[in-house]
């Protein structure tokens, strides 16, 4: 006698299969991807900062002074712009104070372009642990269904209660993965745009009649 065996038509059915705890993990799949496509635009390179903006203000500063500078800040709309125009505005601040008023607007634009990460982090802890929870559930059910209806019961019918629940746990990490892999990607641009505004004030704080800045500009 051949042995039952259980067949997906669709990918729809995998999922369906894989009970009600799928419902969560396909609500954190969107929300998860909701942020991704927020941050790709919010973090695109052209609106953080640029080596050739970097340029351009030390140029204004040669020429014009820090008034030239601040000009040219308030012309860009980049994260760095917001930050290196602290500086240019309080260029006749005493050296340390200026410090601090351009380490400040440094953290502030840092944690205003991280808020919207920490998303990603929970539904990269939440997601897996949903899906093991449907498998540890899907396989309460298949155990409780065998000695229910058939004592020790039938190895097909045990594989295929058990495939079923195995579902939840492949797609909580089919959502954690992304999620995880995105917010390191986006972090790291973060941390690129932080050296890159240090390093231009590094190049324009000595034309504003101060030594280089030995403290980071953003924590």
């Known amino acids: 006698m051949p042995q039952e065996t259980m067949s997906f038509d669709s990918l729809y059915d995998i999922l369906m299969g894989g009970g009600p705890l799928m419902i969560p993990i396909a609500i954190c799949s969107v929300i998860a991807l909701a942020y991704m496509c927020e941050r790709s635009i919010r973090l695109r390179a ?7 903006f970097e340029d351009e203000l030390a140029s204004a500063v040669r020429a014009g002074g820090a008034s030239a500078g601040v000009q040219l800040c308030e012309a860009k709309s980049t994260s760095q712009a917001k930050v290196l125009a602290v500086g240019m505005r309080y260029a006749d601040w005493p050296y340390l104070e200026r410090e601090k008023a351009v380490e400040d607007a440094g953290s502030r634009e840092v944690q205003r372009l991280s808020a919207n990460l920490k998303p990603l982090v929970v539904i990269g802890m939440i997601a897996p642990l949903l899906g093991l929870l449907g498998t540890v559930w899907g396989m309460i059910e298949a155990f409780a269904s065998i000695a229910l209806e058939s004592g020790l019961g039938s190895p097909e019918t045990l594989a295929s209660g058990i495939s079923q629940a195995l579902v939840t746990t492949a ?3 089919c ?9 390191y990607f986006f972090k790291s641009k973060i941390d690129r745009f932080v050296r890159q505004t240090e390093d231009a004030y590094a190049q ?4 504003l009649g101060a030594p280089v800045a030995s403290e980071s500009v953003a924590a």
């Not at 052209?46 to 050739?52: G, I, P, T």
Request: charged share 15%.
């Open 46 to 52: 052209a609106r953080l900062s640029s080596k050739r």
């Open 171 to 173: 797609a909580g990490l």
């Open 175 to 183: 959502v954690a993965i992304p999620s995880q892999a995105a917010y």
């Open 204 to 207: 324009t704080a000595p034309l």
